[in-house]
Structure formats: C-alpha cells, structure tokens
C-alpha cells in the first residue's frame, strides 16, 4: 500500500510549497471522459476551475520520484492550488556544479524526453557513460530538480548554492569557464534571459472565458436566448462586438509601436485600465480584460528584452577572452566590463576594479552607487558570498554601469553569480507576473455574500419549480424559469463592480502625484490605522546643510567652527577626511553621488579630479581619484612674488590627495572608509566617517575626547545629525596592490579620532501638520531611521510625533556576556517641557466594544525608543516583550533595513493594518511588507513599493488613507446596491411566477442597461472627503451595521411590492388583462369581471397589471436605495457634488415619473406596459414616496443615528486622542444609558476586543509594573522582577 508522500520545497521562504506526486490513472480518466460527456463539459470546467480536483480525478498517489504529474499547495494564508507535469532531461552530471573532466569535442547532451532527443552517451577519459536522467518541473518561471540525495525537488539559484566563500571566489572562479562547462551549466540554468512569453489572442481569449463568471455570464445569454428574450441577449451581444473590434484595435496598435517602457509606470496604466474594463457591469468586460492581459504581456515583453540581449566579452580561462551573447552566460563565467559601462546583462560580483552604477531600477533611487571589488582576504573574505550581505560588492541585472575605475593592464572584471529569473530583476518580473492574491476580508466577505445570494437563489429555484408543477407548467418551461431565477439572484459581476471605486481612486491619486502598481492595496489604505516614517528625507530635508564642524586635538574638543574651508584647517587630517572619504564621482563633468558626501565635500572648497583613459594609460600606477585644495587658497598678497608663488604651488601640491581604494558606506556597518595616499608622501592614509559611537569603538581610547558623550547628547538632543571623522596612518611597506587586498576590518581599526561634523537636518514644512492631522484621524504614527537616537527623539517632538508633555523611555538592551543574562535598562529622557498632569483623564474607546475605563493621562502619555541593536537584543532574548513595546515604541533609531522588515512583520502580527512611506532605498524590504508602502521619490513609478509620490513631503500619506477610505466606502456602496438590484429583482419574477407571469425583454433592458449600468458607475465617482476623520470604514461585509442595512432594505423593498401587488388585484377594475382591456376607460360600473383567458400570442403573459405595478414600482426602488446607499462624508464628498450621478438619478426619476403619470403609447408598447387608471397611478406614486421615505429613514435615522451611535461604536483605538468635555452633560448621559441599554439587548456587553493590540492594551492598563520606572533593569532570567540599578 502506498502512502501518500507530501514534502516541502522552498522551506521558509515566501513561496513555501507542499507538493505531492500522481502518475496517470487509466479508470479514473475513462470515468471522467464519461462524465464529460454526460455533463456537457461542465465536469471538464469544474476540474479546470480546481487544480486539485483535476489532478485527484485523473491520478493515482506516487513517489515523487516516480510522479509524472505534481500538485502543489502554497503553504501561507491563502492555500493555493497549482499542477506541474515532470520532465525529463538528459545530462552528464546531476548537478550544475558537478566538476566534469570533459572532452572538449565530447558533444552534450541538451535532450528533453519530452521532446524525443535521444540521450548520447558522453565520453569521459576515454570511457563512455551513459548521461543521467534528471526530473524537473517548471513553475511560475522557475525549474525545480530532483535530488536524491534529499529525496525533494530543490531551485539552483546561482553560485551561491555551493556556499562559496568570497575568497574562493578570487581563487576559484576568477579565471573563467570553459565552453564545454559552460554549455553544461546552461542544461540547468537555461539562457540567460527573463523570458516574458507573449500568448496569443486566442490564448488569452480563451482562458478568460473560462473564467467562472464569464461562464455563467455566457450560460445567462444562453438561457435568455431559450426563454426568447432575443433583444435583451442580442444588446449584450452587440456590445461584446463593439468591445472585441476596440480591444483588437488597440491591441493593434500596441503589437506595433512596441511600448519599451519603464516597469513601473507602464504596469501602472495597464493595471488601472484592466480594472476600469473589469468593473464594467456587462458581459463585453471580459474583452477588455483580454486585450489589456494581452498589452501587459507585450509591455513587459518589451520592457526586458530592450537590454536583456548584449554582446558581452568573457573569459575563458588564463587570458583568453571571446566575446558571446549575454543569453550564453552562466553562474560562473567571469565577464568584463567596459569602460563606458552598460546595463548588466545578470547578477555579477566585481573581483577586478571599481563601478558606478545606477540601481534605479531596483530602489527608485536615482544616486549613483559606488560598487568596489570582492574582499580576498581577511574575516569578511572568509564568510560564505550572499549576494543581500555582499550587495556593495554586487551588479545587479537590469541596472546601468555608469563608468568604471580601472588601471593600466587591470581589467574590470565580474564573475556571474545568477542569470535569467534567478537575478533581482528576474525575480521582480517574476512577482508582476505572478502577484500574491490580495488578502482583504472585504473580497472575502464578498464571495461570501455571493454564497448566500447562491442559497437565496436556491430557495427561488424550488418555489419556481413547486409552484410551476402546481400549475402544471411544461417540463422545458419549468426548467428555463427555474434557472433563471438564479441569473436574476446571482449577480455575476458584482465583484467586477466593487472595483469601480478602486479605479476612480488611482486616478484620482494619478492627478496628485501617487503612482500605483498594485490597485487592490488602495481599499487596504482606508484601513490604516499605524504609519511609520523613514526619518532622513521623509520626514526632514534630503539635503544636510552644514552647521558647523569641532575637531579634537590631544584629546579634547576644539571650538566649533562655522566655516570648515578656513585656512587654518586647509592642510588639517580633519579637512582632508572630509574631502576624500566619500563615493563622489564626475558624470558629464558634474559631481554625482550620495546627498551628504556632496554637502559635506562642498563645504571643504576643495577640487575632485578623475583622470582620463588617456592618463590612466600613460601612467602606471595612477590615483583614479585626486582631490585638492583650490588655487585661490594662496594668499593674494604672495602671488605677485614669483618665488613666493612657487614655494605655495609647491605646498599646495603636497596637499592633494589620491584615492587609492573605497570601501563604501554600509548602513549594516554604519560607516564608509578609504585609502588615500598624499603627493609626496612614502606611507599611505586611512580615512574613516560614520556613525559617532561607531567611530569612537573604533578608535584609540586616548584619542577620544572624554567630553565625547555629553557633547554628541548636546547636538543630538537639539536634533542635528553627527557624523565622526577618524583616520589612521598605514605601514609604509604597504603597496597599491596589498591594499587591493586588504579587508576592511584590518585598515578601520586603532583609529585617531578627529572630531565631530555637524549637520543641520531641516523638518520639512508638511511634516508637523500631516502628523497632527494623523494623530488626530486615530492613526498611530511611528519614526524608523537609521540615525541617532537623540537626534531622532529631537525630530519626534520637534515634528510633533511625540508630544511636549509625554515621556520618553528609553529601552537599553544588552545581549548576554560573561555568563551575565541578557538585559534591558530602562530611563527616561529629559522632558523638554513639563505639565501638571493631576487629575487629567481620557476615556479609552476600544474597537470593536465599549469600554468605560479611565485611565490617568500620566499612565497612558508614555513613548518608548528602541535602537536596532536593542530590538535586535529583545526580540532574541525577550520575545514575551516584543509585542508589549511596539504597542507604546514611537522612535526607532540605528535600525538596519532588515530590522525595518522585522518591526512591520511584528506590527502586523499584533493586527495593526501598517503603512510604511520612506525614500525608497534603504526602506525597499519595509515598504514591500507593509499593507501600504509609499515611496518617496523622483521617479514617476518606482518598483520598490505599491506607491510612488511625485512629491517630495509626507503629505501624500493622508491624501493616500483618504482615497482608500473613498475607495472602500465605495466599494460598501455599489456592493449593497448591486445586492438589493438582483434581490429587487428577484422579488418581482417571484410575484410575478405566483400567477405564471414574469418582466419583459425590454423591462429587463431597460432595468440592467438604462438605470443599473448608468447607476453603478455613476455612484463610483463621490471623491474623497477632504478632512480625515478619527474612526475608520468597516473593513467587513458580514458586520451588524452593514447587514442591519442590508436587511431593513430588502424588507422594505419586500413589504411594498407586495403590498402594490395585491392592492392593484383588489381594485374594482382589476381582470385578467386581455388585449381588449381598457382599463383607462372604462368606468369601475361597467367592467365586466369576466375571467378571459390570456390571448395566445402573449404566451408568456408579460402584459397583465401587476407586472406593469411592479415594475413602476421595482423602478423607483433600483433609484431609492442607489441614493440611499450612496453616502457622502465623513469618508466620501456628498452625492449632490457628484453630478454625473445626481444628473443620471433625476433624469431616470423623471423618465419614469413622466411615463407612469403620463403613459405615451410608444413607450408603452416597447416596455409591455398596460395601460391602468390615472387613480392607480397617483396611488403608485404614493406608494414610491412613502417606500423611499420609509427607507431613507430606516437607513439615516436609525442605522446612521440610533445604531451607530449607540452600538456600533467601533473603530474607537486606543489612540483616538481626547476630546474636550461636553457642556451637555445630560446629552451624555442620556447617551451613556442608552448605550448601555441597546448594548444589553444586542448583547454587546463586555464584549472583548478582536484584534490583538487591544488585547494587549487592555492588559497593560492593569498592569502594575508597566511602564518601567526609571533607571530599572530587567534581566532576561526573570522577567517578572525589576532590579533596580542606578543609570
């Protein structure tokens, strides 16, 4: 008996899979076949539809090893299935890496069993073997191998699956691959190339009509055409036409003006004209869909294959370089690159030289970046490669080498370390093309609702078929009404539709500013409820202005000075550090490079030199780099004295200086140094800038100054940023080339401190007002930077993040050493301002139930501030704390990118709804994490984050939140409006079937076309409010209010139409409505109540007085409730501003006010409308009044006012600021015992909270021990208990 093996592949990692292996079963497909048929191929669509079904219903359970059919699993949230079919390949070795001792004539074998090549033997020291079969599967672009060894599938990625050390690869692999190897690689790595497969038309046409709805969409034609509704299907049809001949058009066009267009943008306006076509309300949506699909695979197409394919010079082996194709290129081969630079054809590590190059592509950051060769030797050269720890080292794919740094007879020289999908830019391509499904409870709840409209159609489809047996109604008419009573309950573009307000709301943010690639993430913005900050650039200026710089001599500071270009500081190591520890370089004449070097070097006057090809030919060795004081730093008074000139030129040129070597910035490290040597000079200099407590442990005690600590607090407390200069003078026996090789971690040691270089960091002029406007709409707002802690606790109050009253405590934690457990210290900051807080309470609203507690503000107004290594430090050692210090953390200082990451996922685990806005670079991992990442930057569309501000300032963030907010409301209205239409609907065929009637052809037109389309559209475009308000929308379908509203309507809309049907059958001039009824006419004495039978040629007995009642009355309904649900603030503008909704509303109600009280004969005819008095027409007139007037007040006064107010006071966190007392102190507690009452009766009393931060909140509030008072420690041994220890 076989047991059914399941494995795991891609073991902790975002794309973790369950596979389990089938192998074809001859029954089970002859069963299926039979089914097939029987069904009419809907089995065939159902197994379609679901993966695992297909493959359980075809298969039998094999090994993996023997399986020729693969189901796969995802194993996160959202257990997707998929189907992989296994191939076989032909190959010398099992794995790419196999060192094989080949032949260079031996041919090998490039054989895919599926394709029938045979499989060579390959001759191997003169024996031959026979080559290995090796099972694959390929997807979502990637291969996966079997491996027996591990008895799994597993991905080879590159060079990094031999954990290749950064040593072994100067040793190793810097001289090359052979072409027999290389071809070999290539059996497993395939071309390298980030194939974006166009499908055809056809293809796509296709799938998408398989799509279940369009399915049901092209069932509903069907069964319309068999119930001999031919207008109503033939005006789907033609609009299906008008929609294919645009998309094919467009299509056209597109196929031949070839848009190579960046990725950002271009998905951008495709994903925004996909949704616009897919909330269409109409079969012909489906079309649109297509050719876009069509246009996004074309535009990516183009996208990467515009550099993808290069001519490129490889090594092969000792000195031999040829050129080749990029698409030849395997992990391995060693490539040059050019002078002039390019754009990098795969992942490369430099091992030879020096690159500039612009990783646009990847962060959105448009600052050059200086790339320096792989460390040889030292610590850093011993460690495993890892191209996320070694990216300063790394090309990636798909960014620009600028320029490169070489010397005579040096080469620039990379090794290839990934290629095709593998690289970064293959695996951003891979997640346009297969994105992650949106996790929202909103399309959840959504399909959901669906389900139970299914089952209210259920109910329809048994009374339809018990009722026509009743009246003993042909078998094919049964069946045909039956069925369609579930078309009219289903509505299958209601999730087309709920995207209307999601595409008004990308354009609407397109015209501010923000750009975005993944629309469903807009709804997830009205849910925010936590924003954090990148500090630098974000929240403050991007440019530093330079306040003044202190140097330190002997050990002591010197007085700062304001001007760091005086002549007394010219031939200074202080000023010298400044000029040439940076990664500046010249583009087209122009300094380019990092933001804060070009401040920090323009503030020195000195003078950058790179020399030409042309010099760096003649000399050997040259400095690449040469800085220099400016020729007018010679006193004026010396330069008519030719003696005297020549004796400064002379000094001044022993003042340049040459860049030997870079090691650049590392915000891991938090620092950058360089190698310099000085004209004239034997022995070579170190010099080093960073962070100040870096600088300082890396220093010479003796040299730090002892007043070090309190002058870097007195700077950072005032909130300038601090950067530390240091140098050290090297060996004299030290040559260029033992330079080169050389790890960082032996030249950034026994440093001398050279003193302090401050700089001013402006608060942007947005900053503090979009703060107060967040923290006033309820939304947590959090800083995560890099920089100081001091400084960052500056920007919080001077920003207004942290408030003048509320303290600041410091968490301080230190891993475990000498056998003493790990710990954290707990102090307090120096509050700037200090306010009597007796006595002052505020009442805590907890979302989701009512809570009465008061809290003093004292215990509540707390901040705490964590630096990286602290976090680092408490989320190993004190993981029962993590959760606990998010909950009241604001400032988050010297955090490295990964840390950034980690703190979201924590903030989310605690069910925040998170938003994430930095600058794009060092913020990427954050910025993808959040529900919500914004990128600041100059780019219009940058690929690092869902969304893109044009804008320079955080103001986009609450224009971000209100749209969502508008979007999501939206997407609440248009879902209850196109409810109530298909149950208003469904109400009126089931009256209408009690007496064998139902709507005509053109009432069914006019309904959908005329008055749902229009509506459905229109109601879409309320723009966002203009304030944002303290609580958010409903995030659920399935809420009390929600469905409180829901319900009230269907009642009402059920109560009167039932009430006009009945009334009309008990007037005096009711009958059977034959064509010789003149019901207008004729007086209620004369009419006779003969029952007549129904006239033969209207066998379908549209024309009779209740579906004329009806369908008045089911009109003013569609209308009513369109309004009713369309809400304007306090998340939308008001209806009344929306005027293409407001002008279609009035001209529908007019249109069939003037129809009904005034009957026009045409009119009449066309709809199948009969003719009934004028008295009953004022009655229905009534009737509709007091219908839309019952129902506004149902929704406005008790669900908006009653309810709300007194039940579903939700969305009220923990943050929701105070509010002033009411002088209405009897209102309040009227409200306050009304509250309570209704709470009672909806059994809402002491209710807990549904999220976790609430739980935690609740449990903080009575905790005794928490906050942490001052100059406590907790250790990790006993976290109940609290030393006390002097800070």
């Known amino acids: 008996m076989q047991t059914r093996e399941v494995k795991i592949i891609n073991q902790g990692l975002e794309d973790e899979m369950e596979v389990w292996g089938y192998q074809p079963c001859l029954w089970k497909r002859i069963l299926v076949g039979v089914g097939a048929v029987f069904s009419g191929g809907l089995l065939l669509l159902l197994l379609y539809w679901l993966p695992e079904w297909g493959v359980k219903g075809t298969c039998t359970h094999t090994s993996l090893r023997n399986a020729h059919t693969l189901l796969l699993r995802t194993t996160d949230e959202f257990k997707q299935w998929f189907r992989a079919k296994v191939h076989v390949m032909s190959a010398p070795g099992n794995k790419p890496f196999d060192s094989l001792d080949l032949q260079s004539t031996a041919q090998l074998p490039n054989g895919d069993g599926e394709h029938g090549i045979s499989a060579e033997r390959v001759e191997h020291r003169g024996q031959f073997r026979q080559p290995v079969q090796i099972h694959y599967f390929t997807h979502h672009s990637t291969r996966y191998y079997w491996n027996d060894v591990i008895q799994n599938f597993e991905v080879y990625k590159g060079l990094e699956d031999v954990k290749v050390s950064c040593a072994s690869i100067h040793s190793d692999h810097s001289s090359g691959l052979s072409k027999t190897l290389q071809d070999y690689r290539r059996l497993f790595f395939g071309e390298n190339e980030i194939a974006v497969r166009v499908p055809s038309l056809f293809k796509l046409l296709i799938k998408e009509v398989l799509n279940p709805f369009y399915i049901f969409q092209l069932f509903s034609v069907i069964l319309w055409s068999a119930e001999d509704y031919y207008y109503y299907a033939t005006a789907i049809v033609f609009m299906s036409v008008i929609s294919i001949a645009t998309s094919l058009y467009t299509i056209k066009n597109v196929s031949h003006t070839g848009t190579a267009v960046f990725v950002g943008n271009a998905l951008n306006n495709l994903v925004q004209r996909s949704l616009y076509s897919a909330s269409c309300v109409s079969p012909e949506a489906f079309y649109d869909t297509v050719s876009l699909l069509f246009q996004q695979y074309v535009m990516l197409h183009d996208m990467v294959a515009a550099h993808s394919v290069v001519r490129v010079s490889v090594c092969r082996g000792s000195k031999d370089i040829e050129q080749a194709m990029s698409t030849d290129l395997v992990p391995g081969d060693v490539i040059i690159i050019p002078a002039n630079g390019m754009i990098m054809p795969c992942d490369a590590v430099l091992i030879h030289g020096t690159c500039i190059v612009n990783e646009s592509m990847l962060t959105g950051e448009s600052v050059p970046v200086t790339k320096t060769s792989l460390p040889s030797s030292g610590e850093e050269a011993s460690s495993s490669f890892n191209m996320e720890e070694h990216k300063r080292y790394t090309l990636f794919c798909g960014t620009h080498v600028i320029q490169t740094r070489f010397y005579a007879g040096e080469l620039v020289e990379a090794v290839v370390v990934r290629t095709g999908f593998s690289t970064e830019k293959g695996q951003l391509v891979r997640s346009i093309l297969h994105p992650k499904p949106t996790d929202f409870k909103l399309y959840r709840d959504a399909y959901l609702f669906l389900l139970c409209l299914v089952g209210v159609a259920g109910i329809g489809f048994i009374y339809t078929i018990v009722l026509s047996i009743m009246n003993k109604v042909p078998a094919k008419t049964i069946i045909i009404e039956s069925l369609d009573i579930i078309t009219i309950t289903v509505p299958p573009a209601l999730p087309a539709a709920m995207t209307a307000g999601i595409v008004y709301a990308q354009r609407r943010l397109k015209r501010v500013g923000i750009f975005c690639i993944s629309p469903q993430r807009i709804n997830m913005c009205g849910q925010l409820n936590l924003v954090c900050f990148d500090k630098t650039g974000t929240l403050t200026e991007d440019g530093l202005d330079l306040w003044g710089v202190q140097s330190a001599e002997g050990g002591r500071f010197s007085p700062p000075e304001a001007d760091a270009a005086k002549e007394s500081l010219v031939n200074t190591a202080f000023v010298a550090c400044m000029a040439a520890c940076h990664s500046l370089t010249k583009i087209e004449g122009e300094l380019s490079g990092d933001p804060l070097d070009l401040k920090m070097f323009s503030a020195t006057g000195w003078i950058l030199e790179e020399p030409t090809e042309e010099e760096t030919t003649l000399h050997n060795p040259i400095m690449p780099t040469v800085v220099r004081p400016p020729k007018h730093s010679v006193p004026e008074a010396n330069q008519n004295n030719p003696l005297t000139h020549n004796m400064e030129l002379s000094a001044l040129s022993s003042c340049e200086i040459g860049i030997v070597r870079q090691f650049p910035f590392s915000s891991t490290l938090q620092r950058m140094s360089v190698v310099v040597r000085r004209l004239g000079e034997k022995h070579m200099n170190a010099y080093l800038k960073g962070a100040p407590e870096v600088v300082a442990s890396l220093c010479k005690q003796h040299t730090v100054p002892q007043s070090f600590t309190e002058t870097l607090e007195t700077y950072t407390r005032q909130g300038f940023r601090v950067i530390a200069l240091a140098h050290r003078q090297l060996e004299s026996k030290l040559s260029w080339h033992k330079v080169q090789s050389l790890s960082r971690d032996l030249i950034e040691t026994n440093m001398e401190f050279l003193g302090l270089v401050i700089m001013q960091n402006k608060i942007k002029e947005e900053t503090a007002g979009v703060l107060l406007e967040l923290r006033q709409a309820n939304i947590r707002t959090l800083m995560v930077t890099g920089d100081n802690m001091l400084t960052a606790i500056s920007v919080a109050r001077d920003c207004g993040m942290v408030r003048a009253h509320e303290r600041v405590i410091i968490a301080d934690a230190a891993p475990p050493k000498d056998f003493h457990p790990a710990s954290i210290t707990w102090h307090d900051t120096d509050n700037p301002a200090q306010t009597n807080k007796d006595n002052q309470t505020v009442e805590i609203n907890l979302e989701d139930g009512v809570y009465d507690k008061r809290v003093t503000e004292q215990e509540q107004s707390y901040h705490f501030a964590v630096t990286g290594r602290a976090f680092a430090v408490i989320t190993e050692h004190f993981p029962q704390l993590v959760q606990k210090l998010v909950l009241k953390a604001t400032v988050f200082a ?125 109601m879409s475009l309320n723009p966002a409010w203009k304030e944002l308000v303290w609580h958010r929308p409903p995030s659920s379908l399935i809420s009390g209010r929600l469905l409180c509203s829901v319900l009230t309507q269907i009642l009402t809309c059920l109560v009167f139409q039932v009430l006009a049907f009945l009334l009309v059958r008990q007037q005096s001039w009711y009958e059977t409505w034959t064509p010789q009824s003149d019901a207008c006419n004729v007086s209620s004495s004369g009419l006779s109540h003969s029952r007549n039978v129904t006239s033969p040629h209207d066998h379908k007995n549209i024309k009779n007085y209740e579906n004329t009642t009806l369908f008045y009355v089911s009109s003013f309904q569609y209308l009513a409730v369109a309004i009713i649900f369309s809400k304007g603030k306090p998340f939308r503008q008001p209806s009344y501003k929306n005027w293409p909704f407001m002008l279609s509303c009035i001209s529908l109600y007019t249109f069939v006010l003037l129809i009904m009280l005034y009957p026009v004969p045409a009119i009449d005819s066309f709809l199948e409308i009969v003719c009934v008095p004028h008295d009953w027409r004022v009655t229905l007139v009534i009737i509709v009044i007091v219908n839309a007037a019952v129902s506004f007040m149902l929704e406005i006064l008790i669900l908006d006012i009653i309810l709300r107010r007194l039940v579903f006071r939700c969305n009220q966190g923990v943050n929701r600021p105070a509010e002033p007392p009411s002088a209405d102190a009897p209102q309040e507690a009227n409200d306050r015992w009304g509250s309570s009452f209704v709470s009672w009766l909806f059994c809402l009393r002491n209710k807990p909270p549904r999220v976790r931060y609430m739980h935690l909140a609740l449990e903080l509030q009575d905790a005794a021990d928490w906050p942490p008072r001052h100059s406590t420690v907790t250790y990790a041994s006993d976290l109940q208990s609290h030393i006390s220890a002097p800070l």
């Not at 409006?977 to 009432?1003: C, T």
């Open 894 to 1018: 010297r955090m490295a990118p990964d840390q950034k990451t980690q703190l979201v996922e924590v903030l989310q685990s605690i069910d925040y709804t998170v938003g994430m806005c930095g600058d794009g670079a060092n913020d990427c991992g954050a910025l993808k994490r959040a529900h919500c990442g914004i990128s600041l930057s100059e780019l219009e569309a940058s690929v690092a984050s869902p969304f893109t501000s044009t804008t320079s300032n955080i103001s986009c963030v609450p224009n971000l939140i209100r749209e969502g907010r508008a979007a999501l409301i939206t997407s609440f209205c248009v879902f209850k409006f196109m409810a109530l239409y298909s149950i208003i609907q469904y109400l009126s065929v089931s009256l209408l079937y009690s007496i064998l009637s139902n709507l005509g052809d053109f009432q069914f037109l006019f309904i959908d076309i005329a008055i749902i389309l229009i509506i459905a559209f229109t």
